[in-house]
């Protein structure tokens, strides 16, 4: 919790200090990895962060945290350029939980902005069905006009 704090208030090389510590006290605990692995995106050392990741991923213990994992790797694909390694994780959260609105509608929310219309419909939709929130709504919307609008 320290180092996420210390994060928080951009003390990043604190941070990298905590978590070193935190990983010599309890090397195969979910939290250094994951933290480690966002700090070095914010270092913008990607493959780091990418390897980091994917080892808090193994230890991930709980649904969240998984998600965490999988929402940082989403971060590291879109600072990269990488849409479709971003793509194939959206879908892996979907596999993994089928009835988290959310993760259609984020997916729906990338579809938006590859300007594939069409599937961003698909997706806010399903979102829709499981859960209604208003960011969904109002993305599906600005796809269907957009949808209209190319036609």
Same mark, same amino acid.
């Given at each position: ?110 579809? $938006?902005?590859?300007? !594939? #219309?069409?599937? %961003?419909?698909? @997706? +806010?939709? &399903? /979102? $829709?069905?499981?859960? !209604? #929130?208003?960011? %969904?709504?109002? @993305? +599906?919307? &600005? /796809? ?8």
């Amino acid at each position: 919790m320290r180092a996420r704090i210390q994060m928080l208030e951009y003390e990043y090389r604190e941070a990298w200090k905590t978590l070193n510590q935190a990983y010599r006290l309890g090397g195969q605990s979910f939290q250094p990895w994951y933290l480690m692995g966002v700090l070095n995106r914010f270092y913008k050392e990607y493959d780091r962060a990418r390897t980091l990741l994917r080892k808090a991923k193994g230890l991930a213990r709980h649904d969240y945290q998984t998600r965490w994992v999988l929402q940082a790797l989403m971060k590291v694909a879109d600072d990269t350029g990488d849409a479709a390694a971003e793509e194939r994780l959206h879908k892996e959260e979907i596999e993994l939980f089928p009835r988290r609105a959310h993760a259609y509608g984020n997916y729906g929310a990338f579809l $938006l902005e590859q300007d !594939r #219309y069409e599937d %961003a419909i698909v @997706q +806010l939709e &399903k /979102a $829709l069905s499981i859960h !209604r #929130y208003p960011m %969904a709504l109002e @993305q +599906l919307r &600005k /796809a269907r006009r957009l949808a209209e609008e190319r036609e």
